[in-house]
């Protein structure tokens, strides 16, 4: 789903509202639509994951991650991330993770395809005068259900 101008601030309804441009508005589509068309069954950055980990905690909307600050592994599952798009020097995009909770390694063979969910993601916005400010938006992306209780946990840190 793209968005209008109207529909964007709408969904941010917050004082910044009016300081979003249809510059901010070209660039949320753009990344949209980069996301939605590499969606496939095999899990990717920005996916949505039913996720449990080892000890049996359930987190309904848990995000694969791509280049977080904290990713020691090449794939981890943020538990409640919010991805932040990045545009790669291939000009790939990739999710971004900063914080929101714990992060878990996964093996992407033990991930069972489900469907698809609405992701919430979110850019960075303004300048250093202005101020900066958060823009939300959501995607549609490919949904996953890890148990990691199933899963020998050597295997994963591979």
Same mark, same amino acid.
């Given at each position: 789903?793209? /968005?209008?101008?109207?529909?964007? =601030?709408?969904?941010?309804?917050? &004082?910044?509202?009016?300081? %979003?441009?249809?510059?901010?508005?070209?660039?949320?589509?753009? !990344? &949209?639509?980069? &996301? $939605?068309?590499? =969606?496939?069954?095999?899990?990717?950055?920005? +996916?949505?994951?039913?996720?449990?980990?080892?000890?049996?905690?359930?987190? $309904?909307?848990?995000?694969?991650? #791509?280049?977080?600050?904290?990713?020691?592994?090449?794939?981890?599952?943020?538990?409640? #991330?919010?991805?932040?798009?990045?545009?790669?020097? @291939? *000009?790939? &995009?990739?999710?971004?993770? *900063?914080?929101?909770?714990?992060?878990?390694?996964? +093996?992407?063979?033990?991930? $069972? /395809? %489900? #469907?698809?969910?609405?992701?919430?993601?979110?850019? /960075?916005? *303004?300048?250093? %005068?202005?101020? !900066?400010?958060? %823009?939300?938006? !959501?995607?549609?992306?490919?949904?996953?259900?890890? +148990?990691?209780?199933?899963? @020998?946990?050597?295997?994963?840190?591979?």
């Amino acid at each position: 789903m793209l /968005y209008t101008l109207e529909q964007l =601030r709408a969904e941010n309804d917050y &004082i910044d509202r009016p300081r %979003i441009t249809a510059a901010h508005l070209n660039e949320i589509n753009d !990344y &949209i639509k980069a &996301i $939605e068309q590499t =969606r496939t069954e095999q899990p990717q950055p920005f +996916d949505d994951v039913d996720f449990t980990n080892e000890y049996g905690q359930h987190t $309904e909307h848990a995000t694969i991650d #791509g280049e977080s600050l904290t990713n020691v592994y090449l794939s981890t599952i943020c538990e409640n #991330g919010i991805p932040h798009p990045v545009k790669k020097d @291939d *000009g790939t &995009i990739t999710a971004s993770i *900063g914080c929101g909770g714990a992060f878990y390694p996964y +093996d992407p063979a033990k991930m $069972e /395809y %489900i #469907g698809t969910a609405r992701k919430r993601c979110k850019i /960075y916005a *303004g300048d250093f %005068i202005g101020g !900066y400010f958060t %823009i939300y938006f !959501y995607c549609n992306v490919s949904h996953f259900r890890y +148990d990691m209780r199933n899963i @020998d946990k050597a295997e994963a840190l591979k």
